[in-house]
Nanobody
Framework: QVQLVESGGGLVQAGDSLRLSCAAS????????MGWFRQAPGKEREFVAA????????YYADSVKGRFTISRHNVKNTMYLQMNSLKPDDTADYYC?????????????????WGQGTQVTVSS
């Protein structure tokens, strides 16, 4: 089993930055893909970014490319999402997820484990 706990959300103004963290515990992660998804009120959960835990390869949604950076710290078993130049449209609950496949999937149903989410609100 894998346990995931997000932190770092909050209320910020447009243009500000936030860094989300996802602390993972349980089984080792060398074969996992880790990802960030978000869900705004009344909307579907959408892919934000994914990273290969072993290689560090990353993939981003077009809406965040150039503003968000996903990274991981293998020793700390923690994944991060650095969010810069935040916009009101980035307002959502952000979830980290783990996938037992290495394919950098952008599809939520491919992920096997989920955190409880952390709220990000960006005011204009």
């Amino acid at each position: 089993q894998v346990q995931l706990v997000e932190s770092g959300g909050g209320l910020v103004q447009a243009g500000d930055s936030l860094r989300l963290s996802c602390a993972a515990s349980g089984r080792t992660f060398s074969w996992y893909t880790m990802g960030w998804f978000r869900q705004a009120p009344g909307k579907e959960r959408e892919f934000v970014a994914a990273i290969s835990w072993s290689r560090g390869d990353a993939y981003y949604a077009d809406s965040v490319k150039g503003r968000f950076t996903i990274s991981r710290h293998n020793v700390k078993n923690t994944m991060y999402l650095q969010m810069n130049s935040l916009k009101p449209d980035d307002t959502a609950d952000y979830y980290c997820a783990a996938d037992r496949d290495i394919g950098l999937s952008t599809v939520a149903r491919d992920y096997d484990y989920w955190g409880q989410g952390t709220q990000v609100t960006v005011s204009s």
